[in-house]
Each structure stands twice: as C-alpha cells, then as structure tokens.
C-alpha cells in the first residue's frame, strides 16, 4: 500500500480557503526482465499528470507573495504541453486567466487538456524559440505574467526543495549515486543532482538523449536536449537553466529512439501509465547502472502519463 504524505499545504488570498495541497509522489524500484533496478519517481501521478506540476505551482506561489499576481490576473507560457496543462490547472485553483502559446508539433490531445482546465490556446509557426519569443512579446504588450520555465529560477528550486528532498526522504539509507532524466529546461535533472549534493550524496548527474529523432517528431516536452540538428528537443542555449549550470559531474547517455519506445511499451506491461520520455529516462539509467555497479542507488524520473500521447507513434498498434 502506498502512503501518500502532504508536500505542504498554503493559504493563498482565494476566498479563504485551502487550494493546494500536492500530496508526495511514490519512489520505486523497477526492474524489467530480470536486469537491474532502478529507483523510479512516479511523476506523473501529479495532480495534472506530470512533473511540471512542481514548478508551475511555485512559480505561481512565489509571484502571488510577490505581489505580481492577483485573482483575475492573467499567465503566460510557452510550452507545447505538459507545463502548459500543470500551469493551466494550477490557474484554475488559484484563480488566475491562462494563455498557452505551444507549437504546431504539439498533439491535439494537450491542446485538449489545457482547454479542460480553463486555458486559452495559441498555436504558433515555427521552431521552439519563436513559440517562446511570441510568448514574451505578447506577454510584454499586455502586462501579464510570463511563467519562463526556461529561465526561472524557481523551475530549478521547486525540484530541490521539493521533490529531492522526498526522494532522500523515500530511497534506502538516505543517498543517491546518480541522478538520470533527459533534458527540456534541465530543471529536473539540476534540482535533483543539486539537493542530493547539498544532502552529501556523492552523485553524479546523467543526461538522456535521444540518438534519432524521426520516431519522437519536434516535440519539446517528450525528448531530450538537442545536441545536434538530428536530436530533438530544446534548442542549444535556449534553455538557459541547463545552459548556464556548472557542473563537473555531468555525463551523457545517448539512446536510439525506438529502444525508447519498447521500453516505455515494456513500463505499461508493469503497471505504469507513463509517456516516451520515461521509456528514454529507463533505458539511459539501465546503462548508468551497468557502468557504476551492482550496489549503486540509480535514481530517474517518470515525468508524465501516457495520454496526452494517444496520437503519438508509441501508441502505433494499439489504435483501433
């Protein structure tokens, strides 16, 4: 039986009552077909159904204290899904008007959800970086909250004091050897790796990538950093949270995209509802556990459920 624990619970100015409460996430240990174990967070059982639930929600706390926001007041952001859908429920509790700008790659299946929830939907023309410049532009001109998952701050401290400090809470004995996740605004992977380091974890952070790109399509939230015109993802040096983070124990770990997705077919035959990205996360901290040994405690991230997925190519085969 899993026991979910209250994160922390707030009083926001919103008709006096309670409106948040994001319960703990489970960490568990996973092995398929015999091979080794992996310590995996259960991200997507959010209340949105991802990870980015972590950070829209403290982005939004911190600008409400900070007095840039009100009920009534209206956020921005760019992404092409799964930020979009955990800003636009966290909106709807607290209040707030949602704008998504999301590319044209994005599945219909996101557009959907984010409406669900009360959110306005912008489909934009062109690469990432111009989805995120009409973001600011508009977002300038009308005087509204702009989220900037890329760039914010509070997109790395909410994964260091939040979901770090339950995984050290949940792992046996307290430590992590290696923090493994693929890379959109590298938030995950650098508020993890950070908070096991300040804990005196001697960890080492592992970048997941996927090695082609025709199997996953544009799709930012879905992959991995792009290190190359043929790997999709963020854009080199838009992502300025990863690009600007130091640190000397980081390695890469490339995964061809199809091994992906049997893996992630592989996670739902156990139980799991996850999207592609945890199929990439899996396979790249198999081969992070191969490397250190036996004994290490490899820990990666399922960061989000498999259906805002249903038009995407996992799912060939299993379409009526």
């Known amino acids: 039986m899993v026991v979910f624990m209250t994160q922390r619970q707030d009083r926001l100015p919103t008709g006096g009552r309670y409106i948040h409460q994001i319960p703990a996430t489970p960490l568990v240990p996973v092995s398929l077909d015999g091979g080794r174990t992996i310590w995996c967070k259960l991200e997507f059982m959010n209340p949105s159904g991802s990870t980015k639930d972590r950070i829209a929600r403290h982005i939004l706390e911190k600008g409400w204290r900070a007095g840039k926001l009100r009920p009534g007041s209206t956020v921005v952001e760019a992404s092409s899904g799964s930020t979009s859908i955990a800003f636009a429920l966290a909106c709807s509790q607290m209040g707030l008007n949602f704008i998504a700008f999301i590319p044209d790659s994005a599945t219909s299946e996101r557009e959907c959800i984010v409406k669900a929830y009360g959110g306005e939907v912008r489909r934009v023309s062109g690469t990432m970086l111009e989805v995120l410049q009409e973001a600011a532009r508009t977002a300038d001109e009308e005087g509204y909250f702009l989220g900037r998952q890329f760039a914010n701050s509070d997109n790395t401290e909410a994964h260091r004091l939040f ?33 096991f380091d300040a804990a ?14 025709e199997l996953f399509g544009p799709n930012i939230e879905c992959c991995s950093l792009r290190f190359s015109a043929d790997v999709p993802g963020v854009a080199e040096d838009i992502s300025e949270i990863y ?7 980081l390695c890469e770990w490339e995964v061809g995209d199809t091994a992906c997705l049997e893996l992630t077919r592989k996670l739902w035959a156990k139980g799991f509802p996850v999207g592609p990205s945890s199929g990439l ?16 405690q490899v820990v990666t991230v399922f960061p989000d459920r498999m259906e805002r997925y249903f038009s995407h190519k996992v799912f060939d085969g299993f379409k009526a």
């Open 163 to 195: 979901t770090g400090s339950e995984i050290l809470s949940q792992i046996p004995g307290g430590c992590v050897d290696a923090i493994v996740s693929g890379v959109g605004t590298g938030g995950t992977l650098r508020g993890l790796y950070e908070a």
């Open 243 to 249: 690009s600007e983070w130091e640190c000397e124990n």
């Open 200 to 213: 005196g974890c001697h960890v080492t952070a592992h970048v997941a990538i996927p090695r082609q790109g």
């Open 281 to 296: 996360n899996f396979a790249a901290a198999l081969m992070v556990a191969a490397d250190l040994g036996e004994h290490a």
